[in-house]
């Protein structure tokens, strides 16, 4: 990848960025609305209950999570945590290689 798309955090425009970059063709407008269609393409199979698989990136994939007991943090009232679905990630075998056998540089996250 580009060493300006190298930060912190990578956001769409970045992903953009890094598109049109390698596809010359590509316009940046063109480059821009083919991240937003992924993007989208994804959370609606996500909406609709459906895992998503990126070889060798990982799966995303709707759990279901039913009502518990839960706690205020701030005040340690006991509350009722609703039911609800939510979206996990497990990475591929690939991906954890790969993050895992990064440096961690000093003064950084691991």
């Known amino acids: 990848m580009d060493a300006t798309v190298s930060k912190r955090t990578l956001t769409r425009d970045d992903l953009a960025h890094a598109i049109y970059a390698r596809l010359p063709g ?3 407008k063109d480059a821009s ?9 994804i959370l609606c199979a996500l909406a609709r209950g459906e895992d998503v ?5 990982g799966v995303f994939r709707v759990r279901c999570k039913n009502a ?11 509350a009722l945590v609703t ?3 939510v979206v996990v ?11 895992a056998s990064r ?3 000093p003064g950084s996250p691991p």
């Open 26 to 28: 590509l316009s940046r």
């Open 83 to 85: 039911p609800r679905r």
């Open 53 to 57: 698989r990126l070889r060798k990136f």
């Open 103 to 105: 440096a961690v540089r």
């Open 33 to 41: 609305a083919l991240v937003d269609c992924v993007l989208e393409e």
């Open 68 to 78: 518990r007991p839960g706690r205020n943090p701030r005040t340690g009232v006991a």
């Open 89 to 99: 990630f497990k990475p591929a075998p690939h991906l954890r290689l790969a993050t």
